[in-house]
T-cell receptor, first 114, second 114 residues
Framework: AQSVTQLGSHVSVSEGALVLLRCNYS??????LFWYVQYPNQGLQLLLK??????LVKGINGFEAEFKKSETSFHLTKPSAHMSDAAEYFC????????????FGKGTMLLVSP | KAGVTQTPRYLIKTRGQQVTLSCSPI?????VSWYQQTPGQGLQFLFE???????NKGNFPGRFSGRQFSNSRSEMNVSTLELGDSALYLC?????????????FGPGTRLTVL
């Protein structure tokens, strides 16, 4: 069975500071990996995904993540936080074959202060 | 292209009642998945439909059911509502429902059970 662990239910940064949201997964085979963002009263929006190929993946809004198989990690980073980045972020995995069912982490709320 | 739409957006029911939620996927998408989001349990997979067939199911009681129509629209039904069913129900669509397909989420239906 797959599982996802997001370290830290809340992360606080100052505007302009580095954003680092951690995600580790447990899977018998390397899965597909996703980061989604959820703004209040909205659904989830895909930030980026890793399926195959280059392990450093660039997404929307300046976010990127690096797949590290040896560490079973897929941490999300952004060099400089904006106030508009304040939202809840979810790391998710799906199997690398068959269905697209997503297994989500518990989420990390990103707080950005001026 | 229109996104995933869900109706209604908000719903209030009492214990013991039943409820039906509707989801219209992005045009051309054949896979529809449903997820339940609660503060305590996070995002949990309910079921996935592809070409009118339930292809995968999460660990939820039989009170939760769904179906998909020939135009890919989907409904989910919850019978004999319990207080614990209060949640945000999210629908997601993807092209063919394979593991590397992006899932596009709707805004959700907020169900409150009194």
């Amino acid at each position: 069975a797959q599982s996802v662990t997001q370290l830290g239910s809340h992360v606080s940064v100052s505007e302009g500071a580095l954003v680092l949201l951690r995600c580790n997964y447990s899977s018998s085979v390397p899965p597909y990996l996703f980061w989604y963002v959820q703004y209040p009263n909205q659904g989830l929006q895909l930030l980026l995904k890793y399926t195959t190929g280059a392990t450093l993946v660039k997404g929307i809004n300046g976010f990127e993540a690096e797949f590290k198989k040896s560490e079973t990690s897929f941490h999300l980073t952004k060099p400089s936080a904006h106030m508009s980045d304040a939202a809840e972020y979810f790391c998710a995995v799906s199997r690398n074959s068959g269905y697209s069912t997503l297994t989500f982490g518990k989420g990390t709320m990103l707080l950005v202060s001026p | 292209k229109a996104g995933v739409t869900q109706t209604p957006r908000y719903l209030i029911k009492t214990r013991g009642q039943q409820v039906t939620l509707s989801c219209s996927p992005i045009s051309g998408h054949r896979s529809v998945s449903w997820y339940q989001q609660t503060p305590g349990q996070g995002l949990q997979f309910l079921f996935e439909y592809f070409s009118e067939t339930q292809r995968n199911k999460g660990n939820f009681p039989g009170r939760f059911s769904g179906r998909q129509f020939s135009n890919s629209r989907s409904e989910m039904n919850v019978s004999t509502l319990e207080l614990g069913d209060s949640a945000l129900y999210l629908c997601a669509s993807s092209l063919v429902g394979e593991g590397n397909n992006e899932q596009f989420f709707g805004p959700g239906t907020r169900l409150t059970v009194l």
